[in-house]
C-alpha cells in the first residue's frame, strides 16, 4: 500500500503546471477507483484480514471517489496533502514494529532443510563473465537471516546464500515488478556484449572500464532474484539521510516548485497567456530558489565523507564512481532512456558500481525512440561537487569518449545485439501499451534497423574526433568536444530547470 501511495504521490507531483486549487484529473480519479478495488480485493481480504480491518475503511472514504459518503478531495492540492498524510501514516506504522531481519526458520522451513546437490549459485558465472573452464561455486545452504529492505516505498527481502567456496551471496527477491523485469534482463545482455567490447580495446582495458552487470533471475512471471549487498544504495537515501538528519520535509521542494510555477501562470491566466519563454525564467526562477534556499549542492559529499573511513577511500570511490557514472551516462544517451530520477539510482557505496532500475527506452507511434528530455543524462550539482572538476572533465570525460571510441571500433560485434535488443523492447513495448501482437514483421525490421542506426550516431557523436585545418594542420577543436557538449547540455541550469519536478534536478 506504501508503494501504491507513493507512485500516486509521483502523479500528483508530475502535474508542475496545474494550480493547486485545480479540479483532479477524471484519468486520475478513475485510477483512483481502480487502485482502491485492487488493493482491498476479496482475495486480499482473505489473506490479510488484519490489514483490510485497520487501512480499508479510512482508505476508501479518503480516496474512493466513488463512494457515497466520501471525504475525496476537491482539488488537486488538497489530494497531495491527503496522500502525504497517508504516507506519514503508513511509514510510521511500518516504523513501529521495527522489524528489519526475519528468521529462515519461521518464514520457510522447505527452504531451511533443502539439501543442494551440485546447483550453482545464480548467475554467478553470467554477472562475473567467468569462462565455462572454470570451476563452478555452487550453492551449500541459506542463511538463517533474512533482511527486509525499504526502497523508496518498496519493500524487498534479501537472503544470503553460502557459496562453496565460502563466499556470501546475496539476492533481493523483488515481486510484482511486471514488464519491468524482463527489460533490466535485456540490458543486462547487451551489457555483458558491451564489456566483452571493452574488454578488448587497449584504452578502456587500462582503464578497468567495465560495465556493472548483477545477476537477474526471473523465478516466476512476477519474481525475481536480484543480485544485491548490503552497501547499496539509491540516490534518493541519500536525500532522505539528510532531510531525517535536519527535520526536513522531503518533498518540501517539489511543493515549492509547484506553488511557484502554478501561481504565476494562475496570474498570467487573468491577464494574457505567457510565452514559452516567460514560462522558462519562471521555472528558472524557481529552480534558482530551491537550489539557494532549501537544497544545498553538498549533500552527497557529505554523506560519502561521513560513510567512507579515510581520505583515501573517499578518493578511490570519486574515481570508481566517476566511472560508472561516465559508462551509464553512455547507455543513457545512446539508448535514448530518461527518467532518472534519484530513486532510480542505485549505487555501491564500497565499491562505486551503479546499476539503474526501471531502464528501458520509450517508443513514440512509430516506433521510433522518443525521449523529450532536455539533458542526455544525469548530472547534477551534488554529482558535480562530490566529483570534482578533476573527476569530472578527467575521469568521467575520458570514460564516456574512450566507451564510445571502443564500441565503434567494434561495431560489427555490437549491431547484431542492439537489434535483438530493440526487437524485443518494440515487442514489449507494443503488448504492454496496445495489447497487440506488434508490428507486422516487414515494420518492425524497419523500425529496428532505424533505431540501431540512431544509437550508432550517438555514439560516434560522443568520440574523440580530431579535425585538422587545412591550411596549418594543426587540430582546430577539442578531441573530446561531443562529449563536452553533452556535459555543458547536462549541467545547463536552463535545462535542467525544464525538467519535471520528480527528476529533482536541483538534487
Known amino acids: 500500500l506504501l508503494a501504491v501511495v507513493h507512485a500516486l504521490l509521483q502523479r500528483c507531483y508530475k502535474y508542475s503546471s496545474a494550480p493547486l486549487n485545480a479540479e483532479v484529473p477524471a484519468m486520475l480519479k478513475k485510477e483512483l477507483t481502480q487502485i482502491c478495488r485492487a488493493c482491498f480485493s476479496s482475495e486480499t481480504v482473505t489473506k490479510h484480514e488484519a490489514f483490510v480491518k485497520q487501512y480499508k475503511e479510512d482508505f476508501w472514504r479518503d480516496l474512493n471517489p466513488d463512494v457515497t459518503e466520501s471525504s475525496f478531495p476537491k482539488s488537486l492540492g488538497e489530494l497531495t496533502q491527503c496522500l502525504k498524510s497517508w504516507k506519514t501514516r503508513l511509514e510510521s506504522s511500518i516504523a513501529k514494529k521495527g522489524c528489519n531481519v526475519l528468521k529462515l526458520e519461521k518464514e520457510s522451513t522447505a527452504l531451511q532443510h533443502m539439501v543442494f546437490e551440485n546447483i550453482e549459485i545464480p548467475g554467478y558465472r553470467q554477472s562475473r563473465q567467468i569462462s565455462t573452464n572454470e570451476e563452478p561455486v555452487y550453492v551449500e545452504g541459506v542463511l538463517s537471516d533474512v533482511e527486509i529492505v525499504q526502497r523508496y516505498g518498496s519493500s524487498h527481502r534479501r537472503i544470503t546464500l553460502l557459496g562453496s567456496n565460502g563466499e556470501e551471496f546475496t539476492f533481493l527477491i523483488q515481486s510484482g515488478l511486471g514488464p519491468s523485469t524482463s527489460c533490466d534482463e535485456r540490458v543486462m545482455s547487451l551489457l555483458h556484449a558491451f564489456n566483452s567490447v571493452l574488454e578488448k580495446n587497449s584504452e578502456t582495458r587500462r582503464r578497468a572500464t567495465k560495465f556493472f552487470t548483477p545477476a537477474i533471475i526471473s523465478l516466476w512471471p512476477q519474481i525475481t532474484l536480484v543480485e544485491d549487498h548490503d552497501s547499496f544504495i539509491s540516490f534518493m537515501e541519500v536525500y532522505e ?267
Request: charged share 20%; aromatic share 10%; net charge positive.
Open 241 to 507: 539521510w539528510f532531510c531525517s538528519r535536519f527535520g526536513r520535509e522531503p518533498d518540501a521542494p517539489i511543493m515549492r516548485f509547484k506553488e511557484l510555477v502554478s501561481s504565476a501562470l494562475a496570474m498570467s491566466q487573468d491577464q494574457m497567456p505567457l510565452s514559452n519563454q516567460t514560462i522558462l525564467e519562471v521555472r528558472f526562477r524557481a529552480f534558482t530558489e530551491i537550489c539557494t534556499q532549501i537544497v544545498s549542492d553538498s549533500i552527497f559529499a557529505q554523506y560519502m565523507y561521513k560513510v567512507l573511513p579515510s581520505c583515501s577511500h573517499l578518493w578511490e570511490f570519486k574515481k570508481r564512481f566517476a566511472t560508472q557514472l561516465g559508462l551509464s551516462s553512455v547507455i543513457s544517451h545512446a539508448l535514448q532512456v530518461g527518467g532518472r530520477s534519484p530513486n532510480k539510482i542505485i549505487f555501491s557505496r564500497s565499491s562505486g558500481a551503479i546499476f539503474n532500475s526501471d531502464f528501458y527506452p520509450l517508443f513514440d507511434s512509430n516506433g521510433s525512440v522518443e525521449c523529450s528530455e532536455p539533458v542526455p543524462f544525469r548530472m547534477t550539482r551534488n554529482m558535480q561537487v562530490l566529483l570534482t572538476p578533476f573527476c569530472l572533465e578527467g575521469t568521467f570525460v575520458t570514460t564516456i569518449a574512450s566507451c564510445a571510441q571502443a564500441i565503434n571500433q567494434e561495431s560489427s560485434l555490437i549491431l547484431p545485439h542492439l537489434g535483438l535488443f530493440f526487437r524485443d523492447e518494440l515487442l514489449n513495448w507494443s503488448w504492454r501499451r496496445l495489447r497487440s501482437p506488434g508490428p507486422a514483421p516487414m515494420d518492425l525490421k524497419a523500425m529496428v534497423k532505424s533505431n540501431v542506426v540512431n544509437t550508432i550516431n550517438r555514439m560516434k557523436v560522443m568520440e574523440p574526433m580530431e579535425v585538422l585545418n587545412s591550411k596549418t594542420n594543426v587540430s582546430s577543436q577539442h578531441l573530446q568536444k561531443g562529449t563536452y557538449d553533452l556535459v555543458e547540455r547536462a549541467v545547463n541550469q536552463e535545462n535542467l530547470c525544464r525538467m519535471e519536478p520528480t527528476w529533482m534536478a536541483w538534487f
